[in-house]
């Protein structure tokens, strides 16, 4: 049973457009969630995180929101550049074993 | 951000030889995870480690076994490769403490014959 599931596989979006990628958990223990983006022959590469203390954290392009009544969080990327075309992976703390439970993925495309 | 290293990057070997991917960090983090991901798949923890002489199994099974012998160095060793091995195999490692951000190695992507 999938504790983080990421419902779009996939997602289309206009350069300088707002993209906006969703995650779902069911385990209210995980306190700590972040983002990752993938290249396929690459590691996946830090993007942003949040406390569950937070309900936002922003970075520069990248803001996460969360919403922990929902069990959701999103990561909205404005104005979206092709270059962030690539596979964004949620994931969610565990907890004191910080071991982290990952989503399957969403692709997202920027087209120019 | 962390500087990690994997090596091979990509490995194509016949099924029953014995392979080695080494993972290695220079940022002195006492965690260390293996991964492994299928295409279009999340990622799995196989195996992790909270500091020297200290590894456990992850939530996947694996065949693979591990070993913390040196802080930097988190080796992944499996005896007998098999087509099923087949995967792409991440490293990745963390301060210690609670929410501490994973920091991944390129990969090694394994192709077994």
């Known amino acids: 049973d999938q504790q983080v599931k990421q419902n779009s596989p996939s997602l289309s979006v206009q350069e300088g457009r707002i993209s906006i990628l969703n995650c779902d958990y069911t385990n209210s223990m995980f306190d700590y969630f972040l983002w990752y983006k993938k290249y396929p022959a690459e590691g996946p590469t830090f993007l942003i995180s949040i406390s569950s203390i937070k309900d936002k954290n922003e970075d520069g392009r990248f803001t996460v929101f969360l919403n922990k009544s929902a069990k959701h969080l999103s990561l909205h990327i404005v104005p979206s550049q092709p270059g962030d075309s690539a596979v964004y992976f949620c994931?969610?703390?565990?907890?004191?074993?910080?071991?982290?439970?990952f989503g399957t993925g969403t692709l997202l495309a920027v087209q120019p | 951000e962390a500087d990690i290293y994997q090596t091979p990057r990509y490995l194509v070997i016949g099924t029953g030889k014995k392979i080695t991917l080494e993972c290695s960090q220079t940022?002195?983090?006492?965690?260390m995870y293996w991964y492994q991901q299928d295409p279009g798949m999340e990622l799995h923890l196989i195996h992790y480690s909270y500091g020297v002489n200290s590894t456990e199994k992850g939530d996947l099974s694996s065949e693979s076994t591990v070993s913390r012998i040196r802080t930097e160095h988190f080796p992944l060793t499996l005896e007998s490769a098999r087509p099923s091995h087949t995967s792409q195999y991440l490293c990745?490692?963390?301060?210690?403490?609670?929410?501490?951000?994973?920091?991944f190695g390129p990969g090694t992507r394994l192709l077994v014959l």
């Open positions: 994931a969610a703390d565990g907890g004191a074993t910080n071991k982290l439970i």
């Open positions: 990745a490692s963390s301060e210690r403490g609670h929410q501490e951000t994973q920091y």
């Open positions: 940022m002195g983090h006492d965690k």
